[in-house]
């Protein structure tokens, strides 16, 4: 079954810092999300990307966020300046191209990113 | 914020059903009802979702109201890989799917 892959599994990085976390979507897929999970918290949107540009961003989603669709394969977010609160587990999502009918995401397996 | 309410933890005896109910009186026509788990840190893990009916797949069933303001996800044979956090989300198509605090399941043997 196809499946959307992040890399890496795990991130440590002092605060300050810049951080790429990447993603491969599935590949017939045209919808690109990222997603937090602060320890103990809520599953939180960040950003949707559709036709290489941002379609909807949270509060959270501030300028120390970026996301880059650099090739035909790979989504990246990239956090400029770590901090301390930026320590969460990171989902990328991804869903099929049609605009109409229901939202169903596959999500990886996420990216655990601790910031010192 | 989440337009759903759920409990949230449940207990449910291995090979059991389990059946997880939602509230989400507000709901729009054009809204779906989308069923979502997280097994420990895992990413979440689309279940099931209906507009308007009653839908079956291999994981689940999932039986919304008549009115849609409420709606019961049916897993017919708990097993203790099951035990997880459920999500129940609204949304319409399209939109980003905001996930709430869900029910947290847990199967016993």
């Known amino acids: 079954e196809p499946e959307v892959t992040q890399t890496p599994s795990h991130q440590v990085t002092q605060m300050g810092q810049e951080v790429i976390l990447r993603c491969v979507p599935i590949?017939?897929?045209?919808?690109f999300y990222w997603y937090r999970q602060i320890l103990g918290q809520k599953v939180e949107f960040l950003v949707s990307?559709?036709?290489?540009?941002?379609?909807?961003k949270s509060e959270i989603f501030d300028d120390q966020f970026s996301v880059e669709r650099p090739d035909g394969s790979n989504f990246t977010l990239k956090i400029r300046s770590t901090k301390l609160e930026d320590s969460a587990m990171y989902f990328c999502?991804?869903?099929?191209?049609?605009?109409?009918?229901?939202?169903?995401?596959?999500f990886g397996a996420g990216s655990r990113l601790t910031v010192l | 914020d989440a337009k759903t309410t759920q409990p949230p933890s449940m207990d449910c005896a291995e090979g059991r059903a389990a059946n997880l109910p939602c509230n989400h009186s507000?709901?729009?026509?054009?809204?779906?009802v989308y069923w979502y788990r997280q097994i420990h840190s895992q990413g979440p893990q689309y279940i099931i979702h209906?507009?308007?009916n009653n839908e079956t797949n291999e994981m689940a069933s999932l039986i919304i109201t008549e009115d849609r303001k409420s709606s019961t996800l049916i897993l017919p044979h708990a097993t203790l890989r099951d035990t997880a956090v459920y999500y129940c989300i609204v949304g319409d198509a399209g939109n980003m799917l905001t996930f709430g605090g869900g029910t947290r399941l847990m199967v016993k043997p």
């Open positions: 209906g507009l308007k």
């Open positions: 590949s017939n897929h045209l919808y």
């Open positions: 990307f559709y036709n290489n540009e941002i379609s909807e």
């Open positions: 507000t709901i729009s026509g054009n809204e779906y």
């Open positions: 999502a991804s869903r099929p191209g049609q605009r109409s009918g229901a939202n169903v995401l596959t």
